[in-house]
Structure formats: structure tokens, C-alpha cells
């Protein structure tokens, strides 16, 4: 269950506890006018973010996947063989736990650890407390590593500039038709692990015909943070989407 955006109460109640009709009715009503309240809120706050963004040319992408993805993966890589081109700083989400901010840590990369608790998704306001104490430098890039979880980040604009919905090919290719929400909202689909393609049962083409069936204008890259395999493609797309300062 989630205690921030109350995705998980609805369900529990309906179908496990087979509550009247009449309160399913109002339980629903309830949550949907809180749900409301809750994302009117957090796109305010969001559209401060990308302010703030906007005005130090700072490039924010919100890596959003399901657990094990591989987006800490990408992140260690990435850091650590751009380091020398590019400014870098994480937020990191999950829910427990700092290990993920001490893997980028460990790249000599500025990071921030965001710990949800309950909370399956980071929202703008967690977002913005933890920029306020991180001194962000201008002209650089800002990734915010989302808490685990196909679902309700989608709903939760951070103020970023790119999303990017990490899926790895032991997950199956049907992902995008299953969670389209997350896919529709996305900038760019990272398809990640394809060392492990001749071991698994995953039509490459596919996902990518399904992903592109949610959202026509996704952009698409396969690679393998562990083979090395397509990061370069990776590269050039995260290049092309930095801002030379005016
Ligand atoms: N074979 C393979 N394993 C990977 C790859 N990328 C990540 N992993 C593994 O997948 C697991 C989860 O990775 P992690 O980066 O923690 O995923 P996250 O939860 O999305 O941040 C770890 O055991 C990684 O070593 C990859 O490209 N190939
Ligand atoms: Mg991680």
C-alpha cells in the first residue's frame, strides 16, 4: 500500500474484504477527489522545479523502472565514463535504505538519498527539498533515480525535462502494453540487459512495436550496462539533449 498517493487501499478493499456496493462507491469517490487534490499540488511544485531548472540550464531525466531494472546500473557507467565531459548530480529514491546513493557515491559523484518509506514514487516537493541542499551547478545534468515501480510515478511530474523508462529483457516484452501509462508519459525507452538475450524468451522487436503502439514519439535504445553494448547510442542521445549555454 501507498501511503502518499493511496493507490493501494481501493484495490485491498474491493476485492479482498468485498465491502457493500455502496461503499465502494463512496470509498472511490474519496480517493479519486484526494488523488486530485494531491496532483494538482505536486504540478505546481513541478513547474517550480523545471523553473529552476530552466534558469541554470541545469538537463533534469527521472529514470523510472521497475525494481532491478538496472537504473543505479546505467547510472555507475554513465557517471563514470562521462565524468570527464559532463557535469553530474543524483537523487536517488527508494523506499529503505541508502545504498543505491552510496554506488554513486562511490562514482565521485553528488548525490542525495531520498527514502519514501511507504511512498512508492519521488513528487516534486521531495524533489525540490533535496535540490535545496545539494548546491546544483549550472549547465549540468541532474538524474533523479524514481523509486521502483511501473505505476504511480507516472502520475508524478518532478519538473523534469526527460524521462526515461528503463525495462530489462528478463521482464518480458509485453511491459509497455501492461503499464502504458508509464511508457506514454516517457521521453525515451532504455531497453537494458541484452547481454542476456540468448537465455530468455524476449522478442526485442516487439517491445519495441508495443512501446511505440503507446507512444509513437518514444525514442528507443537497447543496451547493456554490463556488456557495454550500446551504451555509445546512450551517450549520443544524452549529448544531444544538453543545452550549450547561451
Ligand atoms: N546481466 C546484466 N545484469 C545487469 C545489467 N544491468 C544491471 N544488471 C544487474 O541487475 C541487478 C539490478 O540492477 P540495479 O542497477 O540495482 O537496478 P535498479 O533497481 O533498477 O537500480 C543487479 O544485480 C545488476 O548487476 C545488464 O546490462 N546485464
Ligand atoms: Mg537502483
Request: proline share 3%; hydrophobic share 35%; glycine share 8%.
Amino acid at each position: 500500500m501507498c501511503a502518499t498517493c493511496g493507490c493501494g487501499p481501493t484495490s485491498h478493499h474491493e476485492h479482498d474484504h468485498g465491502h457493500s456496493h455502496e461503499n465502494n462507491q463512496k470509498t472511490g469517490r474519496n480517493i479519486v477527489d484526494v488523488e486530485q487534490d494531491i496532483l494538482q499540488e505536486n504540478n505546481l511544485l513541478a513547474a517550480r522545479n523545471r523553473g529552476f531548472f530552466e534558469g541554470r540550464n541545469i538537463l533534469a531525466i527521472n529514470l523510472v523502472s521497475s525494481p532491478g531494472s538496472g537504473k543505479t546500473s546505467l547510472l555507475e557507467r554513465t557517471l563514470t565514463d562521462l565524468k570527464t565531459e559532463l557535469t553530474f548530480a543524483v537523487i536517488e529514491g527508494d523506499q529503505q535504505t541508502a545504498n543505491d546513493a552510496d554506488r554513486i557515491h562511490a562514482t565521485g559523484t553528488k548525490v542525495t538519498q531520498i527514502n519514501t518509506g511507504k511512498g512508492c514514487h519521488l513528487d516534486a516537493h521531495m524533489v525540490l527539498h533535496a535540490m535545496q541542499g545539494m548546491k546544483l551547478q549550472a549547465d549540468s545534468i541532474l538524474f533523479i533515480e524514481n523509486v521502483g515501480n511501473l505505476v504511480c510515478p507516472a502520475m508524478f511530474d518532478l519538473g523534469e525535462q526527460e524521462r526515461a523508462v528503463v525495462i530489462s529483457v528478463t521482464e518480458g516484452d509485453d511491459k509497455p502494453l501492461k503499464y502504458p501509462d508509464m511508457f506514454h508519459s516517457s521521453t525515451l525507452c532504455i531497453i537494458n540487459k541484452t547481454d542476456l538475450l540468448p537465455y530468455v524468451k524476449f522478442d526485442v522487436e516487439k517491445a519495441k512495436e508495443y512501446a511505440k503502439k503507446v507512444n509513437p514519439s518514444l525514442e528507443i535504445i537497447e543496451l547493456s550496462c554490463t556488456s557495454g553494448e550500446g551504451m555509445q547510442q546512450w551517450y549520443q542521445w544524452l549529448k544531444s539533449k544538453v543545452l550549450t549555454p547561451a
